[in-house]
């Protein structure tokens, strides 16, 4: 149980161009998920928490008009990678977290490498 | 803010052995978790173990078990007959309890490397 899976797993646009990414919970209602950035050979880096049917919180320096983050649903959300430039080009995994029952286990998406050129 | 350190850049162990991957990690709260995620080469982070800061007892899984050291906020690794297969980046993650908005705070990764 507890599978994310997040799509397209790689994806190649032009400079200039919007890219969306999807992240979807499988087998169980997610009230949370998070979206995270990571570049080669570094950690995972935080860039917003969004719960379902409300604003997303973004982690200080990401840009929320750049980065569009949707939860329209309990096993959906999107992350819209606006206007995208090379610097953009990383590697985006989400995670989701059920909030079932006092659970606190964030689950990880296979993550969706961006290049973009 | 909370921080998590693993000073660690990379290891490396003989298939079989045994080897121990460190964290250290700063916060001033009393009801947090700490885990270790590996992430192989296919990037897909797998959580290896996972620890409540209030149990005194060490968490174990199958080889997997940690040395959890609340006083010195030390959380360290231990694999036990070390396997190809856990050849990854090993992270420590710290996760404060905050009724809801539980964010994870990663460290920097150990890069392990199993040797045949």
């Known amino acids: 149980g507890a599978v994310v899976s997040q799509h397209p797993s790689r994806v190649i646009c032009k400079s200039g161009t919007s890219v969306k990414i999807e992240c979807r919970s499988l087998d169980f209602q997610a009230t949370t998920m998070f979206w995270y950035r990571q570049f080669p050979k570094q950690s995972l880096m935080l860039m917003a928490t969004?719960?379902?049917?409300?604003?997303?919180?973004?982690e200080q320096g990401v840009e929320k008009d750049k980065f569009l983050i949707n939860h329209a649903s309990l096993t959906l959300s999107t992350l819209t990678v606006t206007s995208a430039h090379p610097e953009d080009s990383s590697f985006y995994i989400c995670?989701?977290?059920?909030?079932?029952?006092?659970?606190?286990?964030?689950?990880f998406g296979p993550g969706t490498r961006l290049t973009v050129t | 803010a909370q921080t998590v350190t693993q000073s660690q850049p990379e290891m490396s162990v003989q298939e079989a052995e045994t080897v121990t991957l460190s964290c250290t990690y700063d916060t001033s709260e009393n009801n947090y978790y700490l885990f270790w995620y590996k992430q192989p080469p296919s990037r897909q982070m797998i959580l290896v173990i996972r620890?409540?800061?209030?149990?005194?007892q060490n968490a174990t899984e199958n080889r997997f078990s940690v040395n959890f050291q609340k006083a010195a906020k030390s959380f360290s690794l231990k694999i036990s007959d070390s396997q190809l297969g856990d050849t990854a980046m090993y992270f420590c993650?710290?996760?404060?309890?905050?009724?809801?908005?539980?964010?994870?705070?990663f460290g920097k990764g150990t890069k392990l490397t199993v040797n045949p």
């Open positions: 969004s719960n379902e049917g409300s604003k997303a919180t973004y």
């Open positions: 993650a710290f996760m404060a309890y905050q009724g809801g908005s539980e964010k994870l705070v």
């Open positions: 995670s989701a977290r059920s909030g079932s029952g006092g659970s606190y286990e964030q689950y």
């Open positions: 620890q409540e800061a209030y149990k005194q």
